[in-house]
């Protein structure tokens, strides 16, 4: 049995839609990425989406609207993948890491002490698709009011830190009832090809600014800037006699195509009822299978505030680490089975090392991912496979650990 990490979900859905793109006679932006601009709008309960064409671009777009600078700070945390970092330094901003909680995600407590007056976001990350805790982080940017000095014309509109969830694992969760797309000021989806949902590149950015912004406005501006700046979309300009345009910002070259949000669009109508549900189904059964195992740290996916996406399956392995934990990934893939380790903390990785980021300063992250395997989770896995996958780990594990059998 050979068992893939994270393939895409393709069924006739997803192709029907393709076709129905291909067939058109347009397939850059037009009515397939409002289609699914309206449907992660109604999924996520967000007063307006775009799509753009990476989570990245999306940051980044976001970042230049709040107009951050050089020495502005950015407020993430070290335990994350690289682009959240890398949005924050191409729009020109400096990426302040801080340590995480126990389960992956950033430590309200760490962002307090991280906040000066250079800070003007804070980019929570919903690692493996577990909402952050968004009711301390929002109170905490009120709290921190007085100490924000605004440079740019949103950020007096704002007037206090902004909060810009990376939910690019987070698609479909829940936090307090309500779902991940609207819990902070801007949320942004990734729809990169391992994701929950996908248009093999893609990003979604929610809308959900306080007053005096209107989110349609916001909307109006970004799309244009998404799209050089220009004031007709190529769509609009298709129409016979709509030739004249102007460009109004220097804006960026980031918008999603039609024929990829098809792919999204197919996704999505199976999505609540289905795929993710199975996700859910996924995530219990190796819980249960591993709920026996001494050395295994479960993974959370449910409590009475929040609810994850089940986009990783992150379990940890008690006393194992870095070298520990990779030989067990190896014995794992000797019997063709992919798993993976989420995430090396930025520290760890050249770029961000050489900046002078130093793995010492964020002892949690560390030892968050020195023991952690990532298990294959998608939809199309079945039963059957979990059992294997699951037989597979635990084999290696005891064996590597050199743990008895009984
Ligand atoms: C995948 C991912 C991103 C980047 O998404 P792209 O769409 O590839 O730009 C950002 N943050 C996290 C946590 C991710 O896992």
Excluded at 101 to 121: C, E, Q, R
Excluded at 150 to 173: E, N, Y
Excluded at 356 to 379: F, H, R, T, V
């Amino acid at each position: 049995m050979k068992i893939a990490f994270s393939p895409p979900f393709i069924n006739d859905l997803v192709k029907a839609e393709v076709n129905e793109s291909l067939d058109s006679g347009w397939i850059t932006t037009g009515p397939k990425v409002n289609q699914l601009e309206n449907m992660i709008a109604d999924l996520a309960k967000a007063p307006k989406v775009l799509c753009v064409n990476s989570w990245t671009s999306g940051a980044m777009l976001i970042l230049n609207w709040l107009g951050v600078q050089k020495d502005d700070e950015v407020i993430i945390p070290a335990y994350t993948y690289c682009a959240t970092a890398l949005a924050v330094m191409h729009a020109g901003a400096k990426p302040v890491l801080v340590d995480i909680n126990d389960d992956f995600n950033i430590s309200v407590k760490n962002i307090a002490n991280a906040i000066t007056s250079k800070t003007k976001a804070i980019i929570p990350v919903d690692i493996a698709g577990w909402p952050c805790d968004y009711d301390e982080i929002n109170n905490l940017v009120q709290q921190k009011k007085a100490l924000f000095n605004a440079t740019s014309d949103v950020q007096k509109k704002l007037g206090r830190i902004l909060v810009m969830a990376d939910a690019a694992h987070s698609i479909g969760a829940k936090y307090k009832g309500k779902e991940s797309g609207n819990l902070t000021d801007v949320t942004v989806f990734s729809l990169h090809a391992v994701k929950n949902i996908t248009t093999a590149e893609g990003g979604a950015v929610c809308l959900n600014l306080p007053e005096p912004f209107s989110n349609d406005e916001v909307y109006a501006t970004l799309r244009c800037y998404s799209l050089n700046g220009q004031t007709k979309d190529a769509f609009t300009k298709s129409q016979a006699g709509s030739w004249r345009y102007d460009i109004i910002y220097p804006g960026l070259k980031i918008n999603m195509p039609d024929v990829l949000a098809a792919i999204g669009i197919g996704q999505l109508k199976v999505y609540s009822s289905n795929t993710l549900i199975r996700r859910f189904e996924i995530f219990e059964k190796y819980n249960s299978y591993f709920s026996n195992e001494d050395w295994a740290l479960l993974p959370q996916h449910q409590n009475d505030d929040k609810s994850s996406s089940c986009h990783l399956y992150a379990l940890r392995i008690k006393n194992a680490n870095e070298n520990t934990r990779d030989k067990i990934i190896a014995l794992i893939a000797e019997h063709d089975v992919a798993s993976n380790v989420h995430f090396q903390p930025l520290p760890l990785l050249s770029v961000f090392k050489n900046m002078g980021y130093d793995m010492k300063n964020y002892p949690n992250a560390y030892a968050q991912y020195e023991n952690e395997i990532s298990l294959p989770i998608y939809p199309q896995l079945t039963d059957e496979q979990i059992a294997y996958i699951s037989q597979v780990v635990i084999d290696s594990v005891r064996k590597v650990l050199d743990i008895n059998n009984d």
